[in-house]
């Protein structure tokens, strides 16, 4: 099976701008979460997908967004981008609640830089 | 609430000499637990789990962790380590609000 897959790997962008992340799951796997990680806080959840709803949600403000398509694939969007939105975003696949397995995979990541 | 702590920021060993990186869970319930590995510039890898079944848990590349419940604790392991194992390495607690909630991180060091 594919692993989970990011587009894009890199990304650099200005400061007010606005980006969109994209993350394909394993294949069979419902369940999206993605996640920030930086030095300073470490990896953070950022939100959670299931069929196409969002089932939790972490402690971001609202430019930060996601959604989630009837193929399981999901973008997350930051807009108005701040220098501290600099990161990692990682996603992770899972079956999804109630399947019996907690663990989640996750894809190499996107490296956003806003300048 | 449930959390994670790593009890070292920075562990460095020699090659061959055995790895201990150490984890702390708070869960007011039998939790899930997981080590997951991430190389510089890559994604993280999920190392091992456990879910209750057994108590001590064998995951890829020779590493494991046991399950102590009476010192909440989840260290992981290894006889001896690689140098490819220099990483660094989280731990990690499934919440009962259905999200991973991560420790700070240990890097390993494994020097020549």
């Known amino acids: 099976k594919a692993g989970v897959t990011q587009t894009p790997r890199y990304l650099i962008k200005t400061r007010g701008q606005q980006v969109t992340l994209s993350c394909s799951p394993i294949s069979g796997h419902r369940s999206v979460s993605w996640y920030q990680q930086t030095p300073g806080q470490g990896l953070q959840f950022l939100f959670e997908?299931?069929?196409?709803?969002?089932?939790n949600k972490g402690n971001f403000p609202g430019r930060f967004s996601g959604r989630q398509f009837s193929n399981s694939r999901s973008e997350m969007n930051v807009s108005t981008l701040e220098l501290g939105d600099s990161a990692l975003y990682l996603c992770?696949?899972?079956?999804?609640?109630?399947?019996?397995?907690?663990?989640?995979?996750f894809g190499p990541g996107t490296r956003l830089t806003v300048t | 609430a449930q959390s994670v702590t790593q009890l070292d920021s920075h562990v460095s060993v020699s090659e061959g000499t055995p790895v201990l990186l150490r984890c702390n869970y708070s869960?007011?319930?039998?939790?899930?637990l997981f080590w997951y590995v991430q190389h510089p510039n890559k994604g993280l890898q999920l190392l091992l789990k456990y879910t209750s079944a057994a108590t001590l848990v064998k995951g890829i590349n020779g590493f494991e962790a046991e399950f102590k419940k009476s010192e909440t604790s989840f260290h992981l392991t290894k006889p001896s380590a690689h140098m490819s194992d220099a990483a660094e390495y989280f731990c990690v607690v499934y919440s009962n609000t259905g999200k991973l909630i991560f420790g700070q991180g240990t890097t390993l060091q494994v020097k020549p």
């Open positions: 997908y299931f069929s196409e709803t969002q089932r």
């Open positions: 992770a696949s899972s079956l999804g609640p109630g399947q019996g397995s907690y663990e989640q995979y």
């Open positions: 869960s007011s319930y039998s939790p899930s």
